[in-house]
């Protein structure tokens, strides 16, 4: 191993899916140096980031499309900052292979309801003015909260 790659503490990882075959989409995440394996077997299981617990939890495929090391932990979010311009750095979105691809576990599968029920029932919340995460009772977050959250 060379001094070099002895101080890459961090590895940023780009996961790409695709939503019915259409849109692609991407999720980018950070984990500690000689932990991606078992962060990818969390993602697949469900128990990763809110995102990909929906995509394994609604059985989609998804892809280890790259992977940066490094030892600056903000470069994650340089890459988030990327936004929509994530598919020109994406590897698959160029129509190369990707690292791996990965399967959600049998688990995962029925943790979340649908998005769309998700959207629903935050949608019923608000109509019935119920507090909701983005408002929080004895604090002005309703009076910033956008005007399609805000309890009439």
Same mark, same amino acid.
């Given at each position: 191993?060379?001094?070099?790659?002895?101080?890459?503490?961090?590895?940023?990882?780009?996961?790409?899916?695709?939503?019915?075959?259409?849109?692609?989409?991407?999720?980018?995440?950070?984990?500690?140096?000689?932990?991606?394996?078992?962060?990818?077997?969390?993602?697949?299981?469900?128990?990763? @980031?809110? %995102?990909?617990?929906? &995509?394994? !939890?609604?059985?989609?495929?998804? /892809? +280890?499309?790259?992977?940066?090391?490094?030892?600056?932990?903000?470069?994650?979010?340089?890459?988030?900052?990327?936004?929509?311009?994530?598919?020109?750095?994406?590897?698959?979105?160029?129509?190369?292979?990707?690292?791996?691809?990965?399967?959600?576990?049998?688990?995962? @599968?029925? %943790?979340?309801?649908? &998005?769309? !029920?998700?959207?629903?029932?935050? /949608? +019923?919340?608000?109509?019935?003015?119920?507090?909701?995460?983005?408002?929080?009772?004895?604090?002005?977050?309703?009076?910033?909260?956008?005007?399609?959250?805000?309890?009439?």
């Amino acid at each position: 191993m060379t001094q070099t790659a002895q101080c890459h503490q961090y590895t940023v990882y780009l996961l790409h899916w695709a939503s019915d075959g259409l849109e692609a989409h991407h999720y980018v995440g950070i984990t500690t140096k000689d932990r991606l394996p078992e962060r990818m077997r969390e993602h697949a299981s469900g128990r990763g @980031a809110n %995102l990909t617990a929906r &995509l394994a !939890s609604e059985g989609q495929p998804f /892809a +280890l499309a790259k992977v940066w090391y490094t030892s600056n932990p903000d470069f994650e979010n340089k890459v988030h900052r990327l936004g929509a311009c994530l598919k020109f750095f994406c590897p698959v979105c160029q129509g190369n292979t990707p690292i791996s691809t990965h399967r959600p576990t049998k688990k995962a @599968a029925g %943790l979340l309801p649908p &998005l769309s !029920s998700l959207k629903m029932l935050l /949608a +019923l919340e608000v109509t019935a003015g119920r507090e909701t995460h983005h408002q929080k009772k004895g604090s002005d977050a309703e009076a910033t909260a956008p005007p399609s959250l805000r309890v009439p």
